[in-house]
């Protein structure tokens, strides 16, 4: 944490609303990407960060700031992402036909600067049958893979943010990939 | 041991170093074991080669905007209101919430025990036309009262019988 986010931080916590604007700027990009990774849609992933960004805005009292603020925020986003998810899965089921696929596009939502058009398609392909067998797979197991795999954390940040030891990471990481490989393989 | 075994305990860290050593000579000399952890690590790069191309945020200065809209109309109304009124940093405004709630508190105090002194008053006045009866029943008057005054009728009525006879006993109704 730097100072300069510490700085905001504290200014938040004492009600400056253009501070918590600011914090709001630096994590928004890695919030949405956390929370489109859950639900795999761009609607969705906008109202989870809406409404994380007003339960961190809140709650800011109660973040302690001896640890890092990261792992308090993405704590919050990761738990309201899986509550969202399991409400829209719900949803669907009573709803639509009980099949919980994903309605995404990632055509549209994908930011892809390869210039080569077939490994484009061939990276499209991947991520979407990647987004769909994310589904699929249970909640920690999902968490572990969306936080290490696709965001790019160290193995010891995701096992602050999902509060377990490092070990239990990197057996929800391998257990999860197992399953996720074996969707793959219908399909590639 | 056999292999579903091994790979369940691998990153356990509950497992002694005993455990520990055979489950890893037992992966160092299993190639199905070996085969599924590689293709574990294969698929976690096929993966990070996604996070190069990471989900973008669609139109950022409209989403930074509702989320700013989101926050002001899920803002309690009286919590806005309260700040309104009180452009205090919310250190000082809790401080001024405290001191109100402390003036309520000690007015509520107050208040009940001058109503309890209230219904003591009237339990007295009570207790007076109690002894009036008790003395009229018994055919006494308040001169008979040995003690005088009706400070012992009060006492005496406030007594069970059996307590007015220990504690009086030369009292004779």
């Known amino acids: 944490m730097t100072v300069d986010e510490r700085l905001l931080i504290e200014k938040a916590k004492n009600g400056d609303r253009n501070a918590f604007d600011r914090l709001t700027e630096l994590y928004i990009e890695k919030a949405y990407s956390i ?15 809406q409404e994380v960004f007003y339960k961190v805005y809140i709650n800011l009292h109660r973040y302690n700031p001896k640890f890092p603020f990261s792992a308090w925020f993405f704590r919050i986003l990761v738990n309201s992402s899986i509550n969202y998810a399991k409400r829209q899965r719900r949803k669907r089921f009573i709803f639509q036909d009980g099949n919980p696929k994903s309605d995404v596009n990632p055509v549209d939502v994908t930011v892809d600067t390869e210039n080569n058009p077939e490994k484009k398609y061939i990276n499209k392909e991947v991520y979407q049958l990647l987004q769909r067998g994310l589904e699929l797979l249970p909640e920690k197991q999902r968490s572990a893979i969306i936080l290490f795999d696709f965001e790019g954390f160290s193995q010891q940040e995701v096992a602050v943010i999902l509060k377990c030891p490092q070990g239990s990471v990197m057996s929800r990481l391998f257990y999860g990939r197992r399953k996720l490989r074996k969707f793959l393989e219908k399909y590639l | 041991m ?67 809209l989101h926050r002001e109309k899920r803002q309690k109304n009286w919590r806005r209101r309260i700040s309104d009124l009180l452009p205090l940093e919310p250190a000082y405004r809790r401080v ?78």
């Open chain 1, 35 to 49: 929370a489109f990774r859950y639900t795999g849609n761009e609607g969705d992933a906008r109202d989870i960060v």
């Open chain 2, 2 to 68: 056999k292999c579903k075994y091994a790979l369940k305990k691998m990153y356990s860290e509950s497992i002694s170093v005993r455990m520990k050593q055979e489950i890893d000579e037992h992966i160092a000399g299993c190639s199905y074991c070996q085969s599924e952890i590689e293709s574990s690590e294969n698929l976690g790069e096929l993966i990070r080669v996604q996070r190069l191309n990471p989900p973008a945020v669609q139109n950022r200065s409209a989403l930074l905007h509702e989320i700013r």
């Open chain 2, 96 to 173: 001024v919430f405290l001191g109100a709630a402390c003036c309520v508190l000690l007015c509520a105090f107050l208040l009940v025990s001058i109503h309890v002194i209230d219904e003591d008053t009237m339990t007295a006045n009570n207790d007076n036309d109690d002894i009036e009866y008790y003395l009229q029943e018994h055919a006494l008057t308040k001169e008979t009262d040995l003690f005088g005054q009706g400070a012992f009728s009060r006492t005496f009525i406030s007594l069970s019988y059996s307590e007015s006879k220990i504690k009086y006993p030369n009292y004779n109704n």
